[in-house]
Structures are given as structure tokens and as C-alpha cells.
């Protein structure tokens, strides 16, 4: 016996066992009503369209008018839960774009820190080794060595004007400290790098449509083409 032996009472029961046992959607039901006629005016009762409307949507809100259909309802109801689904993900892909700014606000923020702190060890790491000579040609004074050479040493201990040893004891603490500086924004710039592209990357998840995404290949367009031709003939 074929299916379109059956009566109506058989399908009408085929299709409420499936929708209350949620086995089947709206879009089942959708693509049902399209297959033929006969299905198509049985998807159609307001019995059916009335078990998915509950079970989908909540219905204290729900306007109802004698001259609506329940399927009508249920797709005024669909269209607003879909636009809402829209806004709220507009909202987190904006929430996102704006992470995405802060963190590569933040990412230049500490490479200028990073910058003017580097700068800074080179400065101090400069006066340092002018010191250490400045030191060693102090200490050079002590012995013995040529006039021309004990003259430059002089030279360069009295342009010192600072105490030598605890100006040293400074800038070692200040290169100690430049060093812990530069550490930390190296560190502070990795997390930061790290949570910029895990941000771009959840993005680019959340922005991403298969449909609008896929491109078609040159063979594969041509194909599509003429199936297409062959469907108008």
C-alpha cells in the first residue's frame, strides 16, 4: 500500500507523534507542507502549529485574534525571537570589537612604556661604564705610567663631580630596577598579545557565516551553471 493510500487520519497522527516527541521542527514541518498538496493542508492545522508554539515559545505575551492562524502566530513570534537573537549578537560582536581596541590601546601603551624604559637602561647602563672609568682612572693615578697617560687619567677624574663609588651603587640599583621594568612590560605585552588574537580569533567565530563565507571554485561555478541551464530547459 502506498502513501498516498493512507488517510488523513494516519498522517495527521505520523506528524503529531513526531512533533510530540520533538522529533520534529518547524522547519520539518515547513518542508512537509511543501512535498504536496494533501501534506501541505494537513502541516497547516492550527493543532500541530499551536504544541510547537507552546514548546518553543512562551505564550503570556502571545497576542491571539480569531482571524489569525496559529502558524501565522508562531511566525510573528519566530521573526521577533529571531531579531532579537540578532540585536544580541550584534551587541556581543560590538562588545568584542570593543576588546579588541582596548587591548591593542593597551599593547601600544606598553611598547611606549617598554620604549621609554629600554631608553632609560641604555642611559644608565652609559653613565655607569663612564664611571667605571672614571674609577679605574682613579685608580690608575696610584702607580706609575707615562706623563701623557697619567694627564688624561687626571682629566678624567676631575671632570667627575660626583662621588664615584656611591653614584655607582645607584646606578646599579637603577639598572636592577630597569631590568625588573623591562621584564614586567615584556610580560604585561605577551598576555595582552596573547588575549588580542584569542579576541580577533572569537571574532572571527562569531562573524563567521558558512554561507557567506564560501566561494566557489572556477569548475565548480561553471558546474553550477549548467545545472542550472538544464533546469530552465
Request: glycine share 4%; aromatic share 6%; charged share 35%.
Amino acid at each position: 500500500m502506498s502513501g498516498s493510500g493512507l488517510p488523513d487520519e494516519l498522517w495527521r497522527k505520523v506528524i503529531e507523534l513526531g512533533i510530540h516527541s520533538s522529533s520534529f521542527t518547524y522547519k520539518d514541518l515547513c518542508c512537509l507542507s511543501i512535498s504536496c498538496g494533501r501534506l501541505h493542508r494537513l502541516s497547516n492545522e492550527d493543532s500541530l502549529w499551536s504544541h510547537l508554539l507552546s514548546s518553543d515559545f512562551s505564550l503570556h505575551n502571545t497576542s491571539t485574534s480569531s482571524s489569525s492562524s496559529i502558524k501565522s502566530i508562531y511566525k510573528i513570534r519566530f521573526e521577533k525571537d529571531k531579531e532579537k537573537k540578532l540585536m544580541a549578537h550584534t551587541r556581543a560582536v560590538l562588545r568584542k570589537e570593543s576588546q579588541i581596541v582596548e587591548h591593542s590601546r593597551k599593547i601600544l601603551e606598553i611598547e611606549a612604556k617598554l620604549r621609554e624604559e629600554t631608553h632609560k637602561l641604555k642611559a644608565t647602563d652609559a653613565e655607569s661604564s663612564n664611571l667605571r672609568r672614571v674609577r679605574q682612572a682613579s685608580v690608575a693615578l696610584n702607580v706609575w705610567q707615562p706623563e701623557v697617560v697619567r694627564g688624561r687619567h687626571k682629566d678624567i677624574v676631575e671632570q667627575c663631580v660626583v662621588s664615584v663609588e656611591s653614584r655607582l651603587h645607584v646606578l646599579d640599583m637603577e639598572l636592577r630596577l630597569c631590568n625588573q621594568q623591562i621584564a614586567g612590560f615584556r610580560k604585561a605585552y605577551r598576555e595582552q598579545k596573547q588575549r588580542l588574537v584569542k579576541a580577533k580569533e572569537e571574532l572571527r567565530n562569531m562573524k563567521y557565516h558558512p554561507l557567506r563565507e564560501y566561494k566557489l571554485t572556477g569548475s565548480e561555478e561553471d558546474e553550477c551553471n549548467r545545472k542550472r541551464k538544464k533546469l530552465k530547459i
